[in-house]
Structures are given as structure tokens and as C-alpha cells.
């Protein structure tokens, strides 16, 4: 069985102002998350799962996933702040995600 590769991608970029993960950076345009998903491959992964907001869906699948469907599986996993553990609740107000352990519980 070939590893999955788990990107924790649901920040809002406030500090960087958009969505980082999206944006080219490289001399072809390509992104942070292309580098990494061609690393992942090449390194026999086989499958990526992205952890992102439900908001980003549409943009990520035809940004990013869509270039990478015919070389290895990608799927999708929605962080959503009130996905939480049973006696736990959302304090008024919160609308940042929770951090790593919540998005890979996600």
C-alpha cells in the first residue's frame, strides 16, 4: 500500500493576504502544492488528500487537483470549525480554523 500525503491547506492567508497555496510562484507558474504533489509522487506516494475550507473547494479542484487526478488519487477533506469532539462548542465569534489537529481529524 502506498502512503497518503495529508496537505493541511485551510488557512485564510490573512498575514499573507490570499490564498498562499494557490498562487504561482514558480518560473511556469507553478505553486507551493505542485512542487510538493510532484515530490509526493515521485517519491511513491499514492494518493493526496487536501485539508481545506469547503469555500476553497471549487477553486482547489480545478487549480490544483485537476492537474494531478491522471497521475495519482486526490481527494478532499473539509476542515469545518464546528467539527468538534463531543462536549466541546464554538465560542462566539471564532471563525478561524483550529490548527493541525483539528484539520487532520477533519
Do not use: C
Not at 485551510?10 to 510562484?25: C, E, N, T
Not at 517519491?43 to 487537483?65: M, T, Y
Not at 466541546?88 to 481529524?105: L, Q
Amino acid at each position: 500500500m502506498k502512503p497518503t500525503l495529508l496537505v493541511l491547506a485551510a488557512g485564510m492567508g490573512s498575514r499573507y493576504g490570499g490564498l498562499k497555496q494557490v498562487d504561482p510562484m514558480g518560473p511556469n507558474g507553478e505553486t507551493v502544492l505542485d512542487y510538493s504533489v510532484y515530490d509526493a509522487i515521485r517519491a511513491g506516494f499514492g494518493r493526496v488528500v487536501f485539508i481545506i475550507r469547503e469555500d476553497f473547494a471549487e477553486l482547489f479542484r480545478e487549480s490544483i487537483g485537476a492537474r494531478f487526478a491522471d497521475r495519482i488519487q486526490v481527494d478532499y477533506a473539509f476542515q469545518k470549525i464546528d467539527d468538534l469532539p463531543d462536549g466541546f462548542s464554538v465560542p462566539e465569534g471564532r471563525v478561524k480554523p483550529w490548527g493541525t489537529a483539528h484539520a487532520i481529524r477533519s
